[in-house]
């Protein structure tokens, strides 16, 4: 079976505000004590799986959980086991799981005889779940309210607690899913997590706070030559939202690494270019998506941009005879502060229920004409470019920049439509260019920077006279690296 669901992380602030809420007349509070099963090398967590033993009441469920469409459903199989059985186990410390009801599926990593073999409990969840049940015109939701902690399975006092609110569909819709999970959401402040008990136990057991920064996956993009502008536009939100919702996760949760917000930025970036280019392909796209997210983009660029400085330009710098320039300055927002804004929480909310809509009331015309001269329009206005990058002005020069990313974007959107080898064909030959650019945009950037600084820090004339120095033979530089996507084989011709 598939469940749906949408899962928050609850603020400190707002626990009593959820708790009255959530414990009202008609609910159920319910300790789940949960067991864990993985290799030592964590095969299942890698194949990204989950094999538990839960008390729920008075009985005992093993589940396994395997991922679904990556947005709000993942499969599951569940079995009630003998309680008395679990009981004597947990009592002499042999807790095994009984893997037989998988045996007729040969191709899950679970029967593989060597991972089952090394299956021990790998970590415990002790939680305590209130669950109330919202009901309107024939849709239910059930709201769990989840308070409790991750304990490390053979070290009792390595543990991490966790406050956290789940939205499960029930019966009816998928669109009163996503009205409740709004309407909580803007009452409380909540933020979205795609960060799962077992990848919390998972993270435990590594010392991570945190998953890693996560990056466009583009096997995970399902995208057809015979798909309509709605169906594809769907597709493309999905598949950017495969990025966005992890990196956005590790953030709210306190994540301060650089890589969280640089994969959130393309990602935001990637899913702008789509909104932006395909404007036409669906009539539910709402102009005020675009606008959110290039506020939230804005509002993460200035600690992006601090960052590269601290971590990159100042050192190279160093490396080129310059003095020590502190970049140690005051972000107005925090990426925490960015991600956690409402309208933000609330813009991915509308995207997501977008990406999971039928599509059969939409834009029915086929996508990949369309796509071709889209292509085609904008690789015009690369090329035109490349033969007098050198001399445009700094904003121009960046204009192109972005046209090519743009290029980049929408080529891996449609390459599954076209034949396989050509599109990554020509895809290498925007590389090159793509990092080329993405180099001399930095230094133009650093140029400013270094400029603004010099005037309460002498030390930072050095960068200035370095990086001016540099500007005209970068631009040659860029302007030839442009003229191999001139001459890149067009794969949608």
Same mark, same amino acid.
């Given at each position: 079976?598939?469940?749906?669901?949408?899962?928050?992380?609850? =603020?400190?602030?707002?626990?009593? /505000?959820?708790?009255?809420?959530?414990?009202?007349?008609?609910?159920?509070?319910?300790?789940?004590? /949960?067991?864990?099963?993985?290799?030592?090398?964590?095969?299942?967590?890698?194949?990204?799986?989950?094999?538990?033993?839960?008390?729920?009441?008075?009985?005992?469920?093993?589940?396994?959980?395997?991922?679904?469409?990556?947005?709000?459903?993942?499969?599951?199989?569940?079995?009630?086991?003998?309680?008395?059985?679990?009981?004597?186990?947990?009592?002499?410390?042999?807790? %095994?799981?009984? %893997?037989? =009801?998988?045996?007729?599926?040969?191709?899950?990593?679970?029967?593989?005889?060597?991972?089952?073999?090394?299956?021990?409990?790998?970590?415990?969840?002790?939680?305590?779940?209130?669950?109330?049940?919202?009901?309107?015109?024939?849709?239910?939701?059930?709201?769990?309210?989840?308070?409790?902690?991750?304990?490390?399975?053979?070290?009792?006092?390595?543990?991490?607690?966790?406050? $956290?609110?789940?939205?499960? %569909?029930? $019966?009816?819709?998928?669109?009163?899913?996503?009205?409740?999970?709004?309407?909580?959401?803007?009452?409380?402040?909540?933020?979205?997590?795609?960060?799962?008990?077992?990848?919390?136990?998972?993270?435990?057991?590594?010392?991570?706070?945190?998953?890693?920064?996560?990056?466009?996956?583009?096997?995970?993009?399902?995208?057809?030559?015979?798909?309509?502008?709605?169906?594809?536009?769907?597709?493309?939100?999905?598949?950017?939202?495969?990025?966005?919702?992890?990196?956005?996760?590790?953030?709210?949760?306190?994540?301060?690494?650089?890589?969280?917000?640089?994969? %959130?930025?393309?990602?935001?970036?990637?899913?702008?270019?789509?909104?932006?280019?395909?404007?036409?392909?669906?009539?539910?796209?709402?102009?005020?998506? /675009?606008?959110?997210?290039?506020?939230?983009?804005?509002?993460?660029?200035?600690?992006?941009?601090?960052?590269?400085?601290?971590?990159?330009?100042?050192?190279?710098?160093?490396?080129?005879?310059? =003095?020590?320039?502190?970049?140690?300055?005051?972000?107005?927002?925090?990426?925490?502060?960015?991600?956690?804004?409402?309208?933000?929480?609330?813009?991915?909310?509308?995207?997501?229920?977008?990406?999971?809509?039928?599509?059969?009331?939409?834009?029915?015309?086929?996508?990949?004409?369309?796509?071709?001269?889209?292509?085609?329009?904008?690789?015009?206005?690369?090329?035109?470019?490349?033969?007098?990058?050198?001399?445009?002005?700094?904003?121009?020069?960046?204009?192109?920049?972005?046209?090519?990313?743009?290029?980049?974007?929408?080529?891996?959107?449609?390459?599954?439509?076209?034949?396989?080898?050509?599109?990554?064909?020509?895809?290498?030959?925007? $590389?090159?260019?793509?990092?080329?650019?993405? $180099?001399?945009?930095?230094?133009?950037?650093?140029?400013?920077?270094?400029?603004?600084?010099?005037?309460?820090?002498?030390?930072?004339?050095?960068?200035?006279?370095?990086?001016?120095?540099?500007?005209?033979?970068?631009?040659?530089?860029?302007?030839?690296?442009?003229?191999?996507?001139?001459?890149?084989?067009?794969?949608?011709?």
């Amino acid at each position: 079976m598939q469940e749906i669901e949408l899962k928050f992380l609850v =603020p400190d602030a707002k626990i009593d /505000a959820i708790k009255r809420q959530t414990h009202v007349k008609s609910a159920v509070t319910e300790t789940l004590a /949960a067991h864990y099963f993985d290799t030592p090398e964590q095969h299942l967590a890698k194949a990204g799986m989950a094999l538990r033993i839960r008390q729920e009441g008075d009985e005992w469920v093993q589940t396994l959980k395997m991922n679904g469409n990556g947005l709000t459903s993942r499969t599951e199989f569940n079995n009630v086991q003998d309680s008395q059985q679990i009981k004597q186990a947990l009592a002499t410390d042999s807790l %095994l799981p009984d %893997l037989s =009801p998988y045996a007729e599926q040969a191709d899950l990593p679970i029967n593989d005889k060597h991972i089952q073999q090394q299956l021990t409990r790998q970590y415990i969840t002790d939680v305590s779940r209130t669950k109330r049940l919202i009901k309107q015109d024939g849709n239910v939701v059930e709201v769990a309210f989840d308070i409790g902690k991750v304990i490390h399975g053979t070290d009792s006092n390595n543990q991490q607690s966790l406050q $956290e609110i789940e939205f499960e %569909l029930i $019966e009816g819709d998928v669109a009163f899913l996503f009205d409740t999970a709004k309407t909580w959401c803007r009452r409380y402040t909540l933020c979205l997590s795609t960060v799962t008990k077992a990848e919390r136990g998972s993270m435990l057991l590594t010392g991570q706070k945190h998953g890693n920064a996560t990056k466009a996956d583009l096997s995970a993009l399902q995208v057809d030559k015979n798909m309509s502008q709605g169906a594809f536009m769907r597709a493309v939100v999905h598949h950017c939202l495969l990025q966005i919702l992890p990196n956005a996760s590790a953030i709210v949760a306190g994540s301060q690494d650089g890589n969280h917000v640089h994969q %959130l930025r393309v990602g935001i970036r990637r899913l702008r270019t789509a909104l932006k280019f395909f404007d036409g392909f669906s009539k539910q796209l709402n102009p005020d998506w /675009a606008l959110v997210l290039k506020q939230t983009f804005s509002l993460l660029g200035e600690y992006r941009d601090c960052d590269v400085l601290q971590n990159k330009t100042q050192p190279m710098l160093e490396t080129q005879g310059s =003095p020590k320039v502190d970049w140690q300055i005051d972000i107005k927002v925090m990426p925490i502060d960015a991600v956690r804004a409402n309208d933000f929480q609330l813009t991915l909310l509308d995207l997501m229920a977008f990406a999971l809509s039928d599509d059969k009331d939409d834009t029915q015309k086929p996508a990949k004409a369309k796509l071709s001269k889209i292509m085609t329009k904008l690789f015009g206005k690369i090329t035109n470019a490349s033969e007098r990058f050198a001399d445009l002005d700094v904003e121009a020069q960046h204009d192109v920049r972005k046209q090519l990313k743009s290029l980049r974007y929408i080529s891996e959107f449609t390459a599954p439509m076209y034949q396989t080898k050509k599109s990554k064909k020509f895809l290498r030959h925007l $590389e090159p260019a793509q990092d080329i650019l993405g $180099e001399y945009n930095d230094n133009m950037v650093g140029y400013d920077f270094y400029q603004h600084k010099a005037s309460t820090d002498p030390n930072a004339y050095f960068a200035v006279g370095w990086f001016y120095a540099q500007r005209q033979q970068a631009a040659k530089v860029c302007a030839n690296a442009l003229k191999t996507v001139k001459d890149a084989p067009k794969f949608w011709d």
